[in-house]
């Protein structure tokens, strides 16, 4: 609901949401693989796995989705051209945050010591999670806005109206 209102309109958030399956059958596959070489539960640390990805995954939609929007509504982007460019603005940002923590679990996955098990499950689960997501979400996300920012914000304005607004808008406050 909180993102509903920040994006104002609900079906964003809907978009958004579309990342968390996506992570957690990462999630999965991810202690299913462990579970070739070692046996892990599914215990309490395992599932705080999956909740400490769902949290990590949604950020990357939500920066797509915030991206897109600016482009659209500050910058005056077409549609396509919006969705284009926030993709390629927030690929590396998005890339980076995976590899960094996809880089902190390895040890809790890979080295053995002590209490390592305790930490094996919810490494694998992170790992697993966000390595699918970070490739599947750049392939769900930026099409579907694709086709539905177009119905969902209107016709698109060019950047010169849109500066011209923003002009008239602060002049407007200086006058106030």
């Known amino acids: 609901l909180v993102m509903a ?18 992570a957690a059958a990462g999630g999965v596959i991810g202690l299913k693989v462990l579970n070739v070489y070692q046996f892990q539960q599914l215990d ?16 990357n939609a939500i920066l797509l989705v915030h991206q897109t929007l ?26 980076m945050s995976t ?24 490494g694998s689960v992170v790992i697993g999670g966000l390595s699918l997501s ?14 539905f920012v177009g119905t969902l914000e209107g016709p698109a304005k060019t950047r010169a109206a849109t500066q011209a607004e923003l002009d008239r808008d602060r002049a407007t406050e200086q006058m106030v």
């Open 5 to 22: 209102v920040l994006f104002e309109r609900f079906f964003y958030p809907l978009i958004i949401v579309l990342s968390v399956p996506v």
């Open 44 to 59: 309490m640390l395992t599932l705080l796995g999956f909740v400490i990805l769902i949290g990590i995954v949604v950020n």
């Open 70 to 95: 600016h482009h659209i509504r500050v910058e005056g982007y077409g549609h396509t051209d919006a969705v284009v460019e926030a993709t390629r603005n927030r690929i590396r940002p998005i890339f």
């Open 99 to 122: 590899l960094t923590s996809v880089g902190g679990m390895l040890p809790l996955v890979l080295f053995p010591g002590a209490g390592s098990e305790l930490y094996r499950g919810l």
């Open 134 to 147: 970070a490739l599947i979400t750049l392939a769900i996300v930026p099409p579907l806005l694709a086709l």
